[in-house]
Every structure is written in structure tokens, then in C-alpha cells.
Nanobody
Framework: QVQLVESGGGLVQAGGSLRLSCSAS????????MGWFRQASGEERELVAA????????HYADAVKGRFTISRDYRKNEVYLQMDSLKPEDTAVYFC????????????????WGQGTQVTVSS
């Protein structure tokens, strides 16, 4: 079974940038779509960005369009989330997950979650 480990979170001022990484091991990575989710305190987990198995297709939540970029490296078995122009409302625990298929539809089809990494954006 695939294991996912997130890293790269931290404290940053509003307007700053962070790059999250998700390392996959113990299972197939290249054939599946991957996604980044976030969960703020007291809120439900929400999909932030997703990328297809080929990397050709991407999906973003409206709240992060134009600011976040998802990418993947097949050689390293890693997925990244570049976060620019960060806002205090981006504060949350960020998780990566693997989809059960090569595409990210349905958007509810993500599984094999990581443990998450905390992102805190100060105003």
C-alpha cells in the first residue's frame, strides 16, 4: 500500500510563498492522479488542487486559482504544491492523497492520505 509523507509546511507572512512536497513510497505512483487537500481548524477537508497521472490535466479550487501550482516528478515519486501570494485564510493542515484512478474524477475518489503538514500564514 502506498505511503504518503508531506513536508514543507511552516509559518509565513501574508504575501509570501511555500512549496509543499509529498513523497510516495511502497506502492504505484505514476499511474494515479494525485491531489492536495487542506483542513482548517473547525472546517471540513477541502480539495485544493489535483493533477492527472500524465501531468497534463490539473484542477484547482477557485480560492487558489492563479496562486497555487501543482506538479509532479515521476523519477522522484513526488508531488508538489507551490503556493504563492499566501493569505491568512490559507492557514490549514495540508494533505496529499492518491486517487483510485489516473484521472481526478470523481473529485471524491481520493484515498491513501498522508499525515499532513501545517501551513500558517500570518497577517
Amino acid at each position: 500500500q502506498v505511503q504518503l509523507v508531506e513536508s514543507g509546511g511552516g509559518l509565513v507572512q501574508a504575501g509570501g510563498s511555500l512549496r509543499l512536497s509529498c513523497s510516495a513510497s511502497g506502492g504505484t505512483f505514476t499511474s494515479y492522479a494525485m491531489g492536495w487537500f487542506r483542513q482548517a481548524s473547525g472546517e471540513e477537508r477541502e480539495l485544493v488542487a489535483a493533477i492527472s497521472w500524465s501531468g497534463q490535466g490539473t484542477h484547482y479550487a477557485d480560492a487558489v486559482k492563479g496562486r497555487f501550482t501543482i506538479s509532479r516528478d515521476y523519477r522522484k515519486n513526488e508531488v508538489y504544491l507551490q503556493m504563492d501570494s499566501l493569505k491568512p485564510e490559507d492557514t490549514a493542515v495540508y494533505f496529499c492523497a492518491r486517487h483510485f484512478s489516473g484521472t481526478y474524477y470523481p473529485l471524491t475518489g481520493f484515498e491513501s492520505w498522508g499525515q499532513g503538514t501545517q501551513v500558517t500564514v500570518s497577517s
